[in-house]
């Protein structure tokens, strides 16, 4: 046992090459969607090594979020209808209907399937272009490209973190955002300068500023129209989604 600060010194003085990262244990329940008392549904724990891939000589790490996430995905399952705000109605509905409803096609936040009706959508999209999922049951929403050594991980439901190689990372973005709409994807340019990288350049004037916000509230609207659902693909995800009964 020693300190870190002494290995590190050491290592400085000498030259050596040396490595640290941290140990953490993780406890998940497997099987959590089954009933109570099923021989299938159990805990499992994990010790494991917690390092930084994006922290590698010659290695990068960059953020990404996905535009209205929830919505990329269409819906599935039970047949929803909805009730719009009075002030959505068009104006034919007014003094015609007492409680129109209409059709719920996508994955809209709040409905107690959407998370993940987007999960499945999203990782059939990454799959499509190369990625894989390591380990579908220990660590899900974790992706890897064999091809482009390029780690993803999808956090909060929209954001994407990605390392590797940084002279990759540009292809892997455009890879991405060529069946998911991001943030920063604009016709014919690179996605590997993120926005909140070039926000947080000192550099930049007021009005720089309010235009890349801008574009990137807008990014949406200039990106392709959205593809199929996974079961219109034949491709399976590693996750099936137990739809909601749950009806009012």
């Not at 390029?150 to 292809?171: A, V």
């Not at 574009?215 to 995800?237: E, I, N, Q, Y």
Request: hydrophobic residues 40%; proline residues 7%; glycine residues 8%.
């Amino acid at each position: 046992m020693s300190e870190w600060k002494v290995i590190a010194d050491k290592a400085k003085k000498t030259g050596k090459k040396v490595h640290v990262g941290k140990v953490f244990e993780i406890c998940v329940e497997k099987g959590s969607e089954l009933p109570e008392g099923d021989k299938l549904r159990k805990f499992k724990g994990r010790t494991v090594f917690q390092g930084a891939y994006g922290a590698q000589p010659g290695f990068i790490t960059q953020q990404n979020d996905g535009v209205q996430a929830y919505t990329q995905a269409l819906m599935r399952g039970v047949e929803t209808w909805v009730e719009l705000p009075p002030d959505r109605w068009p104006k034919e509905w007014r003094n015609k209907f007492i409680r129109p409803v209409v059709l719920l096609r996508i994955a809209l936040y709040g409905h107690p399937d959407s998370g993940g009706l987007w999960e499945q959508y999203c990782e059939l999209m990454l799959l499509i272009v190369g990625f894989i999922v390591p380990d579908p049951e220990g660590w899900p929403s974790v992706f890897f490209h064999p091809e482009l050594k390029l780690l993803l991980i999808s956090r909060l439901c929209c954001r994407f973190q990605m390392s590797g190689p940084k002279e990759n990372m540009s292809k892997g973005w455009s890879l991405i955002a060529s069946n998911l709409r991001l943030t920063w994807k604009l016709p014919g340019k690179s996605i590997d300068i993120l926005v909140a990288t070039m926000l947080s350049d000192t550099k930049l004037d007021s009005r720089s500023r309010i235009i890349l916000m801008l574009m990137s509230l807008t990014s949406h609207w200039l990106t392709r129209p959205r593809l199929p659902p996974p079961h219109a693909t034949g491709l399976k995800t590693s996750r099936s989604l137990t739809t909601s009964t749950t009806s009012t």
